[in-house]
């Protein structure tokens, strides 16, 4: 369906910040959380109280890992990355702020990104800061624990896969360099994006005529928050998302579809 109104609001706006979520991905086979009220519609995600404080936890997370992310390491780019990177090509774009831990706007060619959630495709260790990539901790997982290669089960959210049994003889490797814990570069649920993401963010936001949200409900605070910074500086806000957002009341402009098929129009 066309939408002469947002290609109105995009035309009219020369510095979009634009604020991607996982709406943007699930033309590329990544699922999301919420259902089209906001609301859960699976199990929440795993805490950073959880995954630090529990070795078994630890061992879910990781063979669940194993098994998701040899879907979600292949995934590509669809049609809205595609587009938000013609936007940046046209110079329209201030910053493109993504909530995505999968990387697909930097694969379709967008270089002024932030991940405010960080990135999947890095692991980081707890104990001195090394990192690898997840590709190469996917042969060490794989290596150590050859038997679950013959798991299979649903892509969930986030590289997820939604695998239920014992977990327990999972082998989880520790750092090699120091022996610390290793965890993937995202910020977790119940832990706070950097300080320095957040000022970072912001300073663009201070730069931008106009918010753009694309794919997103706006039910977690660490996005939530920079449209409620947007309507302090009285920028007009858009939305382009399946069902309702946590912004609904703040929007000049709501845009009910598929961010594919809503901005297609750029390409
Ligand atoms: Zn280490």
Request: charged letters at 25%; proline letters at 4%.
């Amino acid at each position: 369906m066309q939408h002469p109104a947002l290609r109105d609001f995009i035309d009219r706006h020369q510095r979009l910040f634009v604020l991607t979520g996982a709406g943007c991905s699930t033309n590329s086979g990544i699922p999301d959380y919420r259902d089209s009220d906001g609301n859960w519609k699976r199990t929440r995600p795993v805490t950073i109280q959880a995954f630090l404080g529990e070795a078994a936890t630890r061992q879910r997370y990781w063979a669940r890992s194993m098994v998701g992310w040899r879907r979600f390491g292949r995934a590509m780019p669809n049609g809205a990355h595609r587009a938000l990177a013609k936007l940046e090509q046209q110079d329209r774009c201030e910053l493109l702020l993504t909530q995505n831990v999968d990387r697909l706007h930097q694969a379709a060619g967008s270089q002024r990104v932030i991940d405010l959630h960080g990135r999947l495709d890095v692991v980081r260790c707890l104990g001195c800061g090394a990192t690898m990539p997840r590709e190469q901790f996917q042969g060490e997982l794989a290596r150590l624990n050859p038997a679950w290669l013959a798991h299979d089960a649903a892509d969930a959210p986030d590289g997820d896969a939604d695998l239920e049994q014992d977990f327990s003889s999972f082998v989880v490797p520790a750092c090699e360099a120091c022996g610390g814990m290793l965890k993937p570069d995202v910020v977790f649920f119940g832990e706070n994006v950097p300080r320095d993401t957040v000022d970072s963010a912001q300073a663009h936001l201070e730069q931008a005529d106009a918010l753009l949200v694309v794919g997103s409900s706006l039910m977690v605070y660490s996005g939530f928050r920079f449209v409620r910074m947007a309507e302090q500086r009285g920028l007009p806000i858009a939305a382009v998302n399946l069902g309702r957002t946590r912004a609904d009341d703040l929007l000049t402009l709501k845009v009910e579809d598929s961010c594919e098929t809503a901005l297609a129009f750029l390409l």
